[in-house]
C-alpha cells in the first residue's frame, strides 16, 4: 500500500483539515460582513462612518455609522477608567496581600462574574442597578452640576453612564485574572531586592511589581477593552436605544446607542437591503474594531508571560 | 525622618484598605445579581411555569416550557457539532501542532474566541437563514458553534499539552501508531481536562443572546421541527423584560433564574470536580 495512506498520515489531515475550521469561521464571516456591506457603501462611500443622520423611509434614506462607533467608544471608555483600577486592585490584592486561605474562594468569586450571561446582566441593570444609579450618583450630581454639558440632560438611568459602568464590571473578571498571573509571573527576586533596601510593601508593589508587569497588565486592559467593545445584550437594554444624531453620546446622563446595540435592535425588523446593509456595515467596523484590538493584546499578553514570565507555561 | 516613615506606613496601610475595597466592590454586583435573580424569580417556579407555553395576558399565567426545550435543544446541536470539530482541531494543535500551520490557527482561534457574537450572528443569517429561507434552529445552532469551536479546541489543546510525553513514548514503544496513541492513549488520560474544558465552554453558550436574535427569532410553541424559529431561554429574558406587563417582566425573572441554575451548576460542578487538578 502506498505509504500516503497509513493511518496516521490520513489521521493527521483528517485533524488538520478540521483544524482549518477556525480559518473557515474567520474568512466566512470577513466574506459576508464585507460583501453585505458593499452596497451601503457604494451609496455613501467612507461618509457612511461619518454620518449621523439614520433614515430608513424609501426614497429618502441616509445612513451614518458615527454615533454609534462614539457610543461604542465612549462607553467602553468608561467601563475601562472604572474596571481597570478596581481589576488591578483586586489582582494586586489577590496575589501581594490576601491571606492564604482567602485567595482561592475570592478568586472564584470574581471568575464567576464572567459565567453570568450578559442578558441577565442586563435584566439587573434594567430593573435593579439602573436605580442605584439614578438614586445615588445622577440625580444628586445633576442637581449640584447639571450645568456641567457631560451631566446635562434628564437622570433616566437608562444612559450612557449605566452602560459603562456595567461594562466596567462585566470587563473586570477578564482584565483581573490576566493582571494577576501577570503579577504573579514577576520574579521573587525583584520583591526581596525591594524590600532588602527598606522598601515597605505598597512601595514594592508600586515601583517594581506593577512597574515590571507594565506591558502584561497593558495587555490585559486592551483584552477588556475588546470584551467592552463587543459586548451586546446587557449594554442594549440599558444605554436606551436612541437613533440619529440623538444617540451621539454629549452627555453621561444621555441614553445613546453603541455599535452592537444597534445591530441587535434593528437589524431583524429592517426590511429594505440598504438598510440591511447598512447594520452589516456598522457590523463589518466592529469586526476590524474587534480583531485590531484582540491582536495586539494577544501579541502583548503572550510575549510578556512567555519572556519575562517564565512562571507562566 | 520619624513622620516620614509614618507616613509611608500609613500610605501601606491606605492602600491595602482600597485594594480590599476593589474586591468588594466587584463581589457587590455579583451577590446583587444572585439575590435579586432569586429573590424575583424564585416565587415564579412551578410546574405549569417550567413546561407550559406563555399563556394569554390577563387570562393565564402560563410558562416558559418553549423557552426550556428551545434551549436544551440548541445546546445539544450546538454540541453535536462544535464539540467533535474543537476537539479534534485540539488534537491537531497540541499533538501535530509544531509548526507553522498550527501557529497560525492558534492565533485564529485566539482571535476567533474574542469575537463580538452579535458579528456571530450576522454570519449565520447571511449564510444559513438566507439560504435556507427561514429562521431556524439549525442557524441557531450554527451560530453558537462557531462561538464554542476555537473555546473547545483551545482548551483541548491545553489539556492534551498537560498528559506527560512518557505516557506517549511508553504507547508508541509497545508498537502502537501515532492515531491509536492519541485516541486510545492521550485522549483517556487528558479526561477530565477535557470535560471541564468542554463544560464550561457549553455554559458559555447557554447563555448566548445576541447571535440568537437573527437566527432562532423565537416564538411562543413548542419544538416544529429543526427548520423552523424556535424559542430559547437568553431569548425568553430578553423579550420578556423590554415588555410592559408586571407578569411578563416576573416571567423574566423565573427564566432567568432557570438560566443562571444551568450556568452556575455547569460552572460550580466542574470546578468541584477537577479541584487541585488545574490552575484554572
Request: hydrophobic share 55%; net charge positive; charged share 10%.
Given at each position: 500500500m502506498n505509504r500516503k495512506f497509513t493511518g496516521d498520515n490520513v489521521f493527521k489531515i483528517l485533524a488538520a483539515v478540521i483544524a482549518a475550521s477556525a480559518v473557515v469561521i474567520l474568512i466566512v464571516t470577513a466574506y459576508t460582513l464585507v460583501s453585505g456591506s458593499v452596497p451601503v457603501l457604494q451609496r455613501f462611500g467612507l461618509g457612511f462612518f461619518a454620518g449621523t443622520q439614520w433614515n430608513p423611509v424609501e426614497g429618502r434614506e441616509i445612513f451614518g455609522a458615527l454615533p454609534y462607533v462614539l457610543g461604542?467608544?465612549?462607553?467602553?471608555?468608561i467601563a475601562l477608567l472604572i474596571g481597570v483600577p478596581l481589576s488591578i486592585g483586586i489582582a494586586v490584592f489577590l496575589v501581594e496581600m490576601a491571606p492564604k486561605a482567602l485567595r482561592v474562594p475570592i478568586a472564584y468569586l470574581v471568575e464567576l462574574l464572567a459565567a453570568v450571561p450578559s442578558v441577565i446582566y442586563g435584566l439587573w441593570g434594567l430593573f435593579v442597578f439602573r436605580f442605584w444609579i439614578q438614586n445615588y450618583i445622577e440625580i444628586p450630581v445633576s442637581n449640584s452640576l447639571g450645568w456641567l454639558p457631560i451631566f446635562s440632560g434628564t437622570p433616566f438611568g437608562l444612559d450612557v453612564l449605566t452602560a459603562g459602568i456595567i461594562l466596567a464590571i462585566m470587563i473586570i473578571p477578564t482584565v483581573a485574572s490576566i493582571s494577576k498571573e501577570?503579577?504573579?509571573?514577576?520574579?521573587?527576586?525583584i520583591r526581596e531586592g525591594a524590600y532588602s533596601i527598606g522598601a515597605t510593601k505598597w512601595e514594592v508593589i508600586r515601583h517594581w511589581v506593577l512597574s515590571y508587569g507594565r506591558s502584561g497588565i497593558f495587555g490585559a486592559v486592551i483584552l477588556g477593552l475588546g470584551r467592552a467593545v463587543g459586548e451586546t445584550m446587557a449594554v442594549t437594554m440599558v444605554i436606551g436605544n436612541t437613533i440619529g444624531p440623538a444617540a451621539i453620546p454629549t452627555s453621561l446622563f444621555k441614553p445613546s446607542q453603541t455599535m452592537s446595540s444597534l445591530i441587535a435592535n434593528g437589524f431583524l425588523e429592517s426590511t429594505a437591503s440598504l438598510e440591511k446593509s447598512a447594520y452589516i456595515g456598522v457590523g463589518l467596523f466592529l469586526l476590524l474594531l474587534s480583531l485590531i484590538i484582540n491582536i495586539a493584546a494577544h501579541v502583548m499578553v503572550t510575549r510578556v508571560l512567555k519572556v519575562k514570565g517564565g512562571a507562566v507555561e | 525622618m520619624i513622620n516620614n516613615y509614618a507616613f509611608r506606613k500609613f500610605k501601606n496601610r491606605l492602600f491595602f484598605v482600597l485594594c480590599l475595597a476593589?474586591?468588594?466592590i466587584a463581589i457587590v454586583p455579583l451577590l446583587s445579581i444572585l439575590y435579586e435573580v432569586i429573590a424575583r424569580g424564585a416565587p415564579q417556579l412551578s410546574w405549569e411555569f417550567l413546561t407550559q407555553g406563555p399563556g394569554t395576558i390577563g387570562v393565564s399565567a402560563g410558562g416558559i416550557g418553549p423557552a426550556i426545550q428551545g434551549s436544551l435543544i440548541l445546546i445539544g446541536l450546538t454540541s453535536l457539532i462544535g464539540i467533535p470539530v474543537g476537539i479534534l482541531s485540539g488534537v491537531y494543535l497540541a499533538e501535530f501542532g509544531n509548526n507553522r500551520y498550527a501557529s497560525a490557527m492558534r492565533t485564529v482561534n485566539d482571535v476567533l474566541t474574542e469575537f463580538p457574537s452579535i458579528i456571530v450572528g450576522i454570519t449565520a443569517f447571511s449564510v444559513v437563514v438566507l439560504t435556507m429561507g427561514s429562521f431556524s434552529a439549525i442557524a441557531g445552532a450554527v451560530a453558537l458553534s462557531f462561538i464554542l469551536i476555537p473555546v473547545v479546541a483551545r482548551t483541548t489543546e491545553e489539556s492534551l499539552k498537560l498528559v506527560?510525553?512518557?505516557v506517549r513514548e511508553a504507547s508508541l514503544a509497545l508498537g502502537a501508531h501515532k492515531w491509536r496513541t492519541t485516541l486510545s492513549v492521550v485522549l483517556p488520560a487528558a479526561k477530565s481536562g477535557l470535560v471541564t474544558g468542554?463544560?464550561?465552554?457549553?455554559?458559555?453558550i447557554a447563555g448566548e443572546t445576541a447571535p440568537l436574535i437573527m437566527t432562532v427569532l423565537g416564538n411562543t410553541y413548542f419544538f416544529q421541527g429543526f427548520g423552523q424559529p424556535m424559542d430559547a431561554l437568553p431569548l425568553r429574558?430578553?423579550?420578556?423584560a423590554l415588555q410592559p406587563y408586571p407578569e411578563?417582566?416576573?416571567?423574566g425573572w423565573g427564566a432567568a433564574l432557570v438560566l443562571i441554575l444551568i450556568v452556575l451548576a455547569l460552572n460550580i460542578g466542574v470546578r468541584l470536580a477537577s479541584r487541585g487538578r488545574f490552575r484554572k
Amino acid at each position: 500500500m502506498n505509504r500516503k495512506f497509513t493511518g496516521d498520515n490520513v489521521f493527521k489531515i483528517l485533524a488538520a483539515v478540521i483544524a482549518a475550521s477556525a480559518v473557515v469561521i474567520l474568512i466566512v464571516t470577513a466574506y459576508t460582513l464585507v460583501s453585505g456591506s458593499v452596497p451601503v457603501l457604494q451609496r455613501f462611500g467612507l461618509g457612511f462612518f461619518a454620518g449621523t443622520q439614520w433614515n430608513p423611509v424609501e426614497g429618502r434614506e441616509i445612513f451614518g455609522a458615527l454615533p454609534y462607533v462614539l457610543g461604542t467608544l465612549v462607553t467602553s471608555g468608561i467601563a475601562l477608567l472604572i474596571g481597570v483600577p478596581l481589576s488591578i486592585g483586586i489582582a494586586v490584592f489577590l496575589v501581594e496581600m490576601a491571606p492564604k486561605a482567602l485567595r482561592v474562594p475570592i478568586a472564584y468569586l470574581v471568575e464567576l462574574l464572567a459565567a453570568v450571561p450578559s442578558v441577565i446582566y442586563g435584566l439587573w441593570g434594567l430593573f435593579v442597578f439602573r436605580f442605584w444609579i439614578q438614586n445615588y450618583i445622577e440625580i444628586p450630581v445633576s442637581n449640584s452640576l447639571g450645568w456641567l454639558p457631560i451631566f446635562s440632560g434628564t437622570p433616566f438611568g437608562l444612559d450612557v453612564l449605566t452602560a459603562g459602568i456595567i461594562l466596567a464590571i462585566m470587563i473586570i473578571p477578564t482584565v483581573a485574572s490576566i493582571s494577576k498571573e501577570v503579577i504573579g509571573a514577576v520574579p521573587n527576586s525583584i520583591r526581596e531586592g525591594a524590600y532588602s533596601i527598606g522598601a515597605t510593601k505598597w512601595e514594592v508593589i508600586r515601583h517594581w511589581v506593577l512597574s515590571y508587569g507594565r506591558s502584561g497588565i497593558f495587555g490585559a486592559v486592551i483584552l477588556g477593552l475588546g470584551r467592552a467593545v463587543g459586548e451586546t445584550m446587557a449594554v442594549t437594554m440599558v444605554i436606551g436605544n436612541t437613533i440619529g444624531p440623538a444617540a451621539i453620546p454629549t452627555s453621561l446622563f444621555k441614553p445613546s446607542q453603541t455599535m452592537s446595540s444597534l445591530i441587535a435592535n434593528g437589524f431583524l425588523e429592517s426590511t429594505a437591503s440598504l438598510e440591511k446593509s447598512a447594520y452589516i456595515g456598522v457590523g463589518l467596523f466592529l469586526l476590524l474594531l474587534s480583531l485590531i484590538i484582540n491582536i495586539a493584546a494577544h501579541v502583548m499578553v503572550t510575549r510578556v508571560l512567555k519572556v519575562k514570565g517564565g512562571a507562566v507555561e | 525622618m520619624i513622620n516620614n516613615y509614618a507616613f509611608r506606613k500609613f500610605k501601606n496601610r491606605l492602600f491595602f484598605v482600597l485594594c480590599l475595597a476593589c474586591v468588594v466592590i466587584a463581589i457587590v454586583p455579583l451577590l446583587s445579581i444572585l439575590y435579586e435573580v432569586i429573590a424575583r424569580g424564585a416565587p415564579q417556579l412551578s410546574w405549569e411555569f417550567l413546561t407550559q407555553g406563555p399563556g394569554t395576558i390577563g387570562v393565564s399565567a402560563g410558562g416558559i416550557g418553549p423557552a426550556i426545550q428551545g434551549s436544551l435543544i440548541l445546546i445539544g446541536l450546538t454540541s453535536l457539532i462544535g464539540i467533535p470539530v474543537g476537539i479534534l482541531s485540539g488534537v491537531y494543535l497540541a499533538e501535530f501542532g509544531n509548526n507553522r500551520y498550527a501557529s497560525a490557527m492558534r492565533t485564529v482561534n485566539d482571535v476567533l474566541t474574542e469575537f463580538p457574537s452579535i458579528i456571530v450572528g450576522i454570519t449565520a443569517f447571511s449564510v444559513v437563514v438566507l439560504t435556507m429561507g427561514s429562521f431556524s434552529a439549525i442557524a441557531g445552532a450554527v451560530a453558537l458553534s462557531f462561538i464554542l469551536i476555537p473555546v473547545v479546541a483551545r482548551t483541548t489543546e491545553e489539556s492534551l499539552k498537560l498528559v506527560p510525553n512518557s505516557v506517549r513514548e511508553a504507547s508508541l514503544a509497545l508498537g502502537a501508531h501515532k492515531w491509536r496513541t492519541t485516541l486510545s492513549v492521550v485522549l483517556p488520560a487528558a479526561k477530565s481536562g477535557l470535560v471541564t474544558g468542554t463544560l464550561l465552554a457549553v455554559a458559555r453558550i447557554a447563555g448566548e443572546t445576541a447571535p440568537l436574535i437573527m437566527t432562532v427569532l423565537g416564538n411562543t410553541y413548542f419544538f416544529q421541527g429543526f427548520g423552523q424559529p424556535m424559542d430559547a431561554l437568553p431569548l425568553r429574558i430578553w423579550r420578556n423584560a423590554l415588555q410592559p406587563y408586571p407578569e411578563l417582566q416576573a416571567q423574566g425573572w423565573g427564566a432567568a433564574l432557570v438560566l443562571i441554575l444551568i450556568v452556575l451548576a455547569l460552572n460550580i460542578g466542574v470546578r468541584l470536580a477537577s479541584r487541585g487538578r488545574f490552575r484554572k
